[in-house]
């Protein structure tokens, strides 16, 4: 093993940031194995293991908590008895340090040019080894500064910026501390910049090297964020260079069906759709039918608020897809959802040809196996489902189009491997959870995007109400006499997870109480994502058909769920719910020709929670309370972020750094307006660092 001795300047042999980081003096193969499990495997990946808070501390430990003679120190205090005299021919300045935990004896031999300002009552800070001296602990010549105590303990002076790192169990952030320490200085500047001189100047960005070691070992508090705004921006910048690429390569291939529709099929397609359509689905429809006319595969992201009317618009995609003899494969994120999307799209295709198939998770293997053969022989047009159509055996040979509802469900990873299923289709994607600008630059950053703002006619907006607890009984009251004359509800109760049973027997229990109370004599049904598919079936279809009155839920029934004649919504405990969700729940009623009415019954008396809830009822634009949502919650709670394929960031943070991520995302067009490839030399470290980090991740798939 080569020695690497991190203390010194220079090292002896030529230090590489690929070397393992069991070069480093002090890293055994125990700790390598700790670092590892971090993912920090090389000299790089060390000094690139950022912390993720920094710790503020004094720089001294109090005077009454010296323990060890012999052991290295730094006091702060006041400076009592200072004497100076003369012993043996030598200088000689004597005091005591005092602060509120102790006291203690210093003294400077030969260090007459300092008598002066030792004074009594001078706070000094001393830095040194302790000793004994007449009993009590003490320092002989420490480092000493003098601070001003006007000005000095405003700046910080006295405090330390303690890295705090992720870490093991076995392998603390202070142990890690030291590991970086050794090596810091020197790894450092082996570090290549990665950014143009012109851009650094541009966005006042210090060098990556200086970032680097600041972030590591601040020296003032500024240090920090300005190291941390500048290792952010290089993983934005990165980030958005990738998906510009991404993009690029994708439109570049134009290996897609053109599916143009021509004025037969149109017409042939309006004959399918009950009703006039809005000017936000025509003009989606255009958009669309740009898209499916060239080969280059359309990528499409159609966002509208719930009830907007998606389905429709997505509908058109799928027939002129079919009417090209293509296959097409929707997918929903709920079973109840595909099965809703099975059954209308049957009613609107009735007596047409196209083949219809609905494939989920709770189909019989029997069952399954037919229908996986069906499509693989090309029998089936519009193949409906879950997660069950990612399934590797499910392919669909002539596949042109990817239609996949409520987007914010799925990731880039995921959407790549539907396309995988054959050739190279077009996507279009549904969303009604708005996506927030930050996201939308990132994750979602190289689909183009239709918005439609209408709805359809007649639609007003839900009316919403905060009860609180002590309202309730009469709200129920409301309730029941709305039922009785023969209107329809939903009453959701928040779980936090699906697949927990024992939150099952909570909704069990919930509508119990309320058939035995406010909604006595009353045909309530249960319904959550556990029960099996046909049960699921039949109660929705007596939900649909009146039968059933009111549906006891979990929120299986928040995504896309359409049951026009429903117009009352009850969430329980609304507090504990995002709002984004609630704007999505209460979307549920008022589809019809009836208003709907929603009661967000709430524990809660804060205020907090007042207001938060106060958005829904008082706006009703899906986009302004996801915002209001992003900034109160962060954007991994809107979409689940980390599963869903946004890139981890070791830096940036973007619930605080849309500015950042705006100028990164300028920057990104800019360079490769002027350098496609990334050729130029000075964008040789950039394309490097690229290929490195997205360049196998799902980032690039496409690329790849
Ligand atoms: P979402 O955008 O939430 O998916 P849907 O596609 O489920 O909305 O449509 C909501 C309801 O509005 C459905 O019952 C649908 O039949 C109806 N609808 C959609 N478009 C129109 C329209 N242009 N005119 C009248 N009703 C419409
Ligand atoms: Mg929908």
């Known amino acids: 093993m080569r020695p690497v001795n991190g203390e010194a300047a220079t090292l002896p042999g030529p230090l590489a940031l690929g070397d393992p980081v069991q070069f480093v003096r002090g890293v055994g193969p125990a700790r390598a194995a700790e670092l590892a499990a971090l993912g920090v495997h090389t000299l790089l990946d060390l000094i690139q293991h950022f912390p993720f808070r920094h710790e503020h501390r004094p720089r001294s430990q109090p005077i009454g908590s010296l323990r060890e003679i012999g052991e290295p120190a730094t006091l702060l205090g006041e400076l009592r008895n200072v004497r100076s005299r003369s012993t043996g021919g030598r200088h000689l300045i004597t005091a005591d340090l005092i602060d509120a935990t102790g006291r203690c004896k210093l003294r400077w031999f030969n260090s007459p040019f300092m008598e002066e300002r030792l004074h009594h009552g001078a706070i000094v800070r001393v830095s040194g080894k302790t000793d004994l001296l007449r009993e009590l602990a003490g320092m002989t010549n420490p480092q000493t500064v003098v601070l001003d105590p006007h000005d000095d303990f405003d700046k910080g002076d006295n405090e330390r910026f303690e890295p705090v790192y992720p870490a093991t169990g076995k392998l603390t952030s202070a142990e890690i501390r030291k590991i970086i320490h050794l090596v810091l200085q020197d790894a450092a500047m082996l570090l290549p910049e990665l950014l143009p001189a012109a851009l650094q100047r541009k966005r006042r960005l210090p060098a990556l090297r200086t970032a680097l070691l600041r972030y590591h070992e601040p020296v003032t508090a500024a240090d920090i964020e300005v ?328 929120t299986v029934i928040e995504v896309g769920v359409d049951v026009p004649q429903a117009t009352i919504m009850v969430i329980e405990h609304a507090e504990r719910f995002g709002l984004s969700q609630l704007h999505q729940l209460r979307g549920r009623v008022g589809r019809g020709d009836r208003p709907g009415v929603c009661y967000l019954f709430a524990e809660t008396e804060g205020e907090v929670a007042r207001q938060r809830l106060g958005v829904l009822c008082r706006t009703d634009d899906g986009f302004r309370i996801a915002e209001e949502d992003l900034k109160l919650r962060g954007p991994g709670e809107l979409v689940g972020a980390r599963q869903h394929g946004l890139p981890a960031f070791k830096a940036a943070d973007l619930s605080k750094d849309l500015e950042l991520l705006q100028q990164a995302r300028d920057d990104a067009s800019e360079l490769l307006t002027a350098d496609a490839s990334l050729a130029l030399p000075e964008h040789q470290a950039l394309r490097a660092e690229l290929m490195q980090r997205h360049g196998t991740s799902l980032d690039l798939v496409d690329v790849a």
Do not use: C
Not at 313 to 340: D, G, S, W
Not at 475 to 498: N, S, T
């Open 227 to 554: 190291a941390r705004r500048r290792l952010a921006y290089d993983e934005l910048l990165l980030m958005q260079l990738a998906v510009r690429l991404r993009r690029q390569s994708w439109d570049a291939r134009a290996d897609a069906p053109i599916l143009a529709p021509t004025p037969l099929i149109d017409e042939r397609i309006r004959k399918r759709i009950p009703f006039a359509l809005t000017a936000g689905q025509e003009q989606a429809i255009q958009d669309i039918r740009r898209d499916l006319s060239t080969p280059r595969p359309m990528n499409r992201l159609l966002q509208a608020d719930v009830g907007a009317g998606k389905t429709a618009v997505a509908l058109y995609a799928a027939l002129t897809a079919i009417a090209h003899r293509r296959q097409v494969a929707l997918m929903a994120p709920t079973e109840i959802l595909a099965r809703q999307h099975d059954q209308k799209i049957r009613e609107y295709l009735a007596g047409s040809r196209v083949r219809i198939a609905l494939l989920t998770g709770t189909l019989g293997s029997g069952r399954r196996g037919a229908l996986i053969r069906e499509a693989a022989a090309g029998k089936v047009d519009l193949l409906i489902g879950t997660h069950a159509l990612f399934e590797s055996d499910v392919t669909l040979p002539r596949l042109g189009l990817v239609i996949i509802d409520e987007q914010h469900r799925f990731g880039v990873a995921q959407r790549a491997r539907l396309r995988a299923k054959g050739g190279s289709p077009h996507t279009l994607v549904l969303t009604a959870t708005p996506i927030p600008r930050t996201l939308a630059m990132t994750v979602f950053g190289d689909l183009d995007v239709s918005t439609m703002r209408d709805r359809p006619p007649g639609r007003t907006a839900v009316k919403t109400m905060l009860t609180t607890a002590n309202q309730q009984p009469d709200a129920w009251q409301d309730i029941r006499q709305r039922l009785l004359a023969g209107e329809q509800a939903f009453v959701v109760f928040p779980l936090v997870d699906e697949s927990d049973s024992l939150p099952l027997k909570a909704v069990m229990t919930e509508a119990e109480h309320l058939s035995r109370g406010p909604l006595a004599g009353i045909p309530l049904g249960v319904i959550h994502g556990r029960l099996p598919g046909a049960e699921k079936d039949r109660i929705m279809r007596d939900f649909r058909s009146g039968k059933l009155r009111a549906l006891a839920a979990t």
